[in-house]
């Protein structure tokens, strides 16, 4: 079965820097792309990119373009988002999904992974 | 950018009573290639969200038949016929046609 599992919340200080990961299993990872998508608290989900992980194409969310970086691993089916210069705003959910892109969307999903931003 | 427009914002509903959602999107989302990539999640708390229907009105595997999708171009809504205490949740419509992808503002699914 498809599974997307992301790694651990963490606790970062204002202008650090956080990489989450998504490690894929349960279907061909260079078929499909991943997006991240975020939900800061009491707020809604925004999208912030996606990267095909057939050739390393990516497309950014404009208001991020400057500090993230999204990269996948082919060998071990992992996906990964950088995020830099983190602010107390970045306090957020991010997600991973599975983009079938020609198809049903953004149908599986990470379990999420809680990044705070605090001094 | 596309704006994605959800209302209501939300939506009290009585257990088994009928509950309707809309999602106006700034312009078509009909593809070039003549797909619409309108798409519905649900969000419940601590949950990621679940993807329910694909392309306006496809339903994704695993979602009961009680959900269902309908609409074109820039006018879209999601159904739910008989509204079960799980459905309680943050419902989302999101455009994958154009980049960037984006959400509705959500839809919050109580019972009364």
């Known amino acids: 079965q498809v599974q997307l599992v992301q790694s651990g919340a963490e606790v970062k200080k204002p202008g650090a820097s956080v990489k989450v990961s998504c490690k894929a299993s349960?279907?061909?990872?260079?078929?499909?792309?991943i997006s991240w998508v975020r939900q800061a608290p009491g707020q809604g989900l925004e999208w912030m990119g996606w990267?095909?992980?057939?050739?390393?194409?990516?497309k950014y969310e404009q208001k991020f373009q400057d500090r993230v970086t999204m990269t996948t691993d082919t060998s071990t089916g992992t996906a990964y988002m950088e995020l830099r210069s983190l602010r107390s705003d970045d306090t957020a959910v991010y997600y991973c999904?599975?983009?079938?892109?020609?198809?049903?969307?953004?149908?599986?999903w990470g379990q999420g992974t809680l990044v705070t931003v605090s001094s | 950018d596309i704006v994605m427009t959800q209302t209501p914002l939300s939506s009290p509903v009585t257990l088994g009573q009928p509950a309707s959602i809309s999602c106006r999107s700034s312009?078509?989302?009909?593809?070039?290639?003549?797909?619409?990539?309108l798409s519905w999640l649900q969000k419940r708390p601590g949950q990621p969200p679940r993807l329910l229907i694909y392309?306006?009105?496809n339903r994704f595997s695993g979602v009961p038949d009680r959900f269902s999708g309908s609409g074109a171009g820039t006018d879209f809504t999601l159904k739910i016929t008989r509204v079960e205490a799980e459905d309680v949740g943050v419902y989302y419509c999101?455009?994958?046609?154009?980049?960037?992808?984006?959400f509705g503002g959500g839809t919050k699914v109580e019972i009364k």
């Open positions: 999904a599975r983009e079938d892109y020609d198809n049903s969307g953004s149908d599986y």
């Open positions: 349960g279907y061909t990872f260079s078929n499909y792309g």
């Open positions: 990267i095909s992980a057939y050739n390393g194409k990516t």
């Open positions: 312009q078509s989302l009909v593809h070039s290639d003549g797909n619409t990539f």
């Open positions: 392309k306006i009105s």
């Open positions: 999101m455009q994958a046609t154009q980049f960037p992808l984006t």
